[in-house]
């Protein structure tokens, strides 16, 4: 697809990663308000492949699944486009690789690299991160249980953008699905059809979780 397909060429880009098992609403909640808040033309959701972080601390969804969820619960949003660009990519994921690919595809642009707080704190330890700091200008949100300072994030090109707390996690969502507690208005209507439909985080389920 070219640039301008649909659209007038975006000149500020967000992009908004994560590992999205499953994407819930304080990932949406933050992601649309950043978007407003920044003025951002477009954000991309970026889903990780393999998150290398968190391999072999828990089992991980398959990409595809992570993938699908997200586009289903963004369908329609003006602005959010969900990208599988380090799935095409495969093995690990770096962020750094994928703010390159967007240069790429957007020379004008200037991207923004959306985080919350908690992800905010664990930059230093992210692939080529004083590259990385060179290439954005970070948006961090705020999320509840954890905060970020200013000085905490020097040599980055910082904004912080307020938005509402919400103070839920997918970790917290995987464990209500085991317990058979609710999820209603966490996680978007398709979300929630396809956990029950699936059986994805019950015990037993068939969608193998790699681990
Ligand atoms: P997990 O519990 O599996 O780590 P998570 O809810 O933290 O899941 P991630 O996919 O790890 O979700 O996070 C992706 C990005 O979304 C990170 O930048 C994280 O800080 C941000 N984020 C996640 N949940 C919230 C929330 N409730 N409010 C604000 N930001 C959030
Ligand atoms: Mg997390």
């Not at 397909?5 to 933050?30: C, M, N, Q, W």
């Not at 003025?39 to 290398?52: F, H, K, Q, T, Y």
């Not at 997918?170 to 996680?187: C, K």
């Amino acid at each position: 697809m070219s640039a301008n397909e649909g659209h007038a060429t975006p000149k500020r880009i967000g992009i908004f990663g994560g590992t999205f098992d499953p994407v819930h609403v304080g990932h949406l909640v933050a992601v649309v308000n950043a978007m407003h808040g920044a003025s951002l033309d477009r954000v991309l959701m970026v889903v990780a492949n393999v998150p290398w972080q968190k391999e072999r601390t828990r089992a991980i969804s398959p990409a595809w699944v992570r993938f699908a969820l997200l586009k289903a619960s963004i369908d329609g949003v003006e602005g959010l486009e969900a990208s599988d660009i380090e799935i095409r990519r495969g093995g690990k994921s770096y962020t750094i690789d994928t703010v390159r690919e967007t240069k790429a595809r957007y020379p004008e642009a200037e991207v923004f690299l959306i985080v919350g707080a908690d992800a905010a704190r664990g930059l230093a330890s992210w692939e080529r991160s004083e590259r990385l700091s060179e290439l954005v200008t970070l948006i961090v949100v705020n999320r509840p249980g954890t905060s970020v300072t200013s000085e905490e994030l020097a040599g980055w090109r910082t904004l912080f953008v307020e938005v509402p707390a919400i103070d839920i996690s997918s970790t917290d969502i995987r464990a209500r699905v085991r317990e058979h507690r609710p999820l209603d208005f966490l996680l978007t209507r398709e979300t929630i059809d396809f956990i029950h439909r699936s059986g994805l985080y019950s015990e037993g389920a068939e969608i193998a979780r790699e681990q």
